[in-house]
């Protein structure tokens, strides 16, 4: 098993893109591979013939390091090793003992030093035989995620889960199975124990946590636990801001579609260079602050596995449109699940902005270690600002957002995050500043 992450420590085996007997060449694709981050394919980088599969589709938790698979030189028969076992490869590793603390989805490269960077690779050692122990399986083969899920769309499955209906028990009607949203709506309980069971208890589903989700899940414990969080608010007007947007895609010949938040990411690069303590990280081993020349934000992008934060990098020192082309990338491929390590891990910044959501005024967000902050951006309001006129007070309209830093106090006092707010809202309430 390849560790195909920094922060990797077992695998779960996908879809073999190989059978026995096959010849494979550098760059081919030999299987898929779910790790902690998203499902990846593993590319064989020599040549040689795939000799046996000692680890079949569906696979869980199979610890780096174990075989999975028995390659040969080209030419070499693979008829003796249909007999081949997992035992006579060595046996498989153990899987290592569980982190005390796993560090959110930015992850650092493991040579940083920093506490929340990832331990670096350990030599290995001389393998201990391996003792014989009965197995607690049933003997049948364990199923690929396809094979596991019930095929529902996702409608019918907030459906579902809002009246309490057990998708398990539901018979699809659409193409292949699918269960459909009237599939839900038809469910009656099959017995009158489903009935009572209902009256007499809430109705649940167990879902399985993924390999990703367990490490979010760590990470922003650790997050919470390690750096003592402080959020300074402010509300920015952004009137000025959408009128040159709108003047700026109006004129763009389909070249480019510019978004609220790629003048918010280049805000927050303008406002990282003239605050750079923020633009900083802490660093435990070697007891320093490491403060960076280049301005690199993580952009917090929401995908079907969980949260992902793909990386601008250089943003000061990038236009517009190429802060948005970039974006749009990121986060496609980050929805794919496509994003090669060095483009989701590091960073020296993040923002989140969940403004599409008309509902969210305000909110806070959890530092992205080893980073020092993050800004979370709520979505835009009509706020009424009175007005001296010569008729008297009158009212005028502003577009406004509510934006919220949470900073790293170990790294950064309170007054250095209000000095970085300042500057933002100043650089935001004056577009024309982000063009320089």
């Excluded at 098993?1 to 893109?17: E, F, K, R, V, Y």
């Excluded at 918010?264 to 020349?293: D, L, T, Y």
């Excluded at 496609?332 to 902005?353: C, H, M, V, W």
Aim: hydrophobic share 35%; with cysteine.
């Amino acid at each position: 098993m390849p560790a195909l992450s920094p922060t990797m420590t077992a695998g779960n085996i996908g879809t073999w893109q190989k059978k026995v007997g096959d010849v494979i060449a550098p760059g081919d694709v030999l299987v898929e591979i779910e790790t902690d981050k998203a499902q990846m394919d593993f590319e064989f980088q020599e040549d040689g013939v795939l000799a046996k599969i000692l680890k079949d589709s569906g696979e869980k938790d199979v610890a780096v390091g174990s075989p999975i698979a028995v390659m040969v030189e080209e030419g070499t028969d693979v008829e003796p090793f249909q007999s081949f076992t997992l035992e006579d490869a060595g046996g498989e590793k153990a899987p290592p003992a569980p982190p005390k603390e796993e560090a959110l989805e930015s992850s650092e490269p493991p040579d940083t030093g920093s506490e929340t960077a990832p331990p670096a690779p350990k030599e290995e050692t001389q393998p201990s035989k391996p003792t014989a122990q009965e197995s607690e399986s049933t003997g049948g083969r364990l199923q690929t995620s396809l094979e596991r899920e019930s095929y529902i769309s996702p409608l019918a499955k907030a459906l579902a889960l809002e009246k309490g209906v057990p998708i398990k028990e539901v018979k699809g009607t659409g193409p292949h199975g699918r269960i459909t949203k009237e599939d839900i709506e038809k469910y009656k309980p099959s017995s009158p124990a489903a009935s009572t069971s209902t009256a007499a208890g809430p109705v649940y589903e167990d879902i399985p946590t993924s390999s990703m989700r367990k490490t979010i899940a760590n990470r922003l414990k650790q997050s919470m636990n390690q750096n003592p969080h402080y959020f300074v608010s402010t509300a920015v007007s952004v009137t000025k801001l959408l009128k040159l947007r709108q003047a700026l895609n109006a004129t763009a010949d389909g070249k480019y579609k510019l978004s609220v938040n790629d003048f918010m990411i280049k805000a927050c690069g303008v406002a990282c260079r003239k605050v750079p303590a923020i633009n900083a990280s802490w660093r435990e081993e070697q007891g320093v602050i490491r403060q960076f020349s280049t301005v690199d934000i993580s952009v917090a992008v929401a995908t079907p596995v969980g949260l992902m934060t793909p990386i601008v990098k250089g943003v000061e020192g990038l236009g517009l449109a190429s802060i948005s082309a970039q974006v749009k990338d990121l986060g496609k491929r980050a929805r794919d699940g496509k994003l090669k390590p060095e483009e989701y891990q590091g960073g020296t910044f993040t923002i989140s902005n969940m403004g599409m959501n008309p509902a969210v005024e305000r909110f806070t967000a959890v530092i992205n270690p080893p980073q020092a902050g993050i800004l979370a951006v709520g979505t835009t309001k009509k706020v009424a600002i009175p007005v001296e006129t010569e008729s008297g007070t009158g009212v005028e309209w502003d577009d406004q957002i509510v934006v919220t830093g949470s900073f790293d106090h170990k790294v950064v006092d309170g007054a250095v995050g209000g000095e970085w707010i300042r500057e933002f809202k100043k650089v935001v309430e004056n577009p024309l500043e982000l063009m320089l």
